[in-house]
């Protein structure tokens, strides 16, 4: 039996009528999302996917294929729901989670999220890094990193933090490598996300959503690069919390 707040975190909101799951990216957790709280409405109780390896989890060992790590967060998913209408945000490697989950959800008819907000990762399209590429030298991964902008700078310059977020980052970029899509398909509607400088997304690579379902609600694009999302929280969260509410 999973302890509470292991996997989800904080405790949802009672109040709220509808929950909300944010879901982190790549070797990530809550610190993309922090402004999220003070930006949402008071109706949406949000929580952010704790996956193990980080955050409050941190002495875990990080999932390394997608399949276990779906399974356990699918188990801890249904153990947390009540019965709420939800909704999922994922950005890049956490748009793959969510997407991924709901799958799952709709093929096992459970019930899927009223809205599924993907950021900064497509179905098809997407430059992951091979798996050698995440296997390899802490200095290629820290470039790698540094590039794209994962962290902030003060945690590239300590040896201590990069000790702490390498581990899962690496093991976060293999899960995403070596992921096969299947074309699956879900009822869920869908609206995406994602920067126009973005070297990881082709031009038009969000488009590849429009066959995932039938209630595609467009793609918002905004300056910026793979984690523009951090300077446009404001125009994001508005944008979808206006969906999550016609929904």
Known sequence: MRQPGQWFWPEPDPGAPVRLFLFPHAGGG???????????PADVAHQVVQIPGREKRLDEPPFRH????????YDALLDELDERPFAFFGHSFGAQ???RLTVLLERDGERGPVLLGASAWAPAGFASITVEQARGSEAELVEWATNLG??????YRDPAMLKMVLPALRADLEVNATYADDGAAIRSPIVAYSGKSDPLMPPRAMDAWRLRTPNFLGNSTFPGGHFYLSDHAVSVVSDFTRHLHRR
């Open 30 to 40: 809550g610190l993309l999302y922090r402004p999220w709280p003070a930006l949402l």
């Open 150 to 155: 994962s962290f902030p700078e003060d945690v």
């Open 66 to 73: 997608l399949d276990p790590l779906l399974a356990a967060l």
């Open 97 to 99: 989670l969510a997407y």
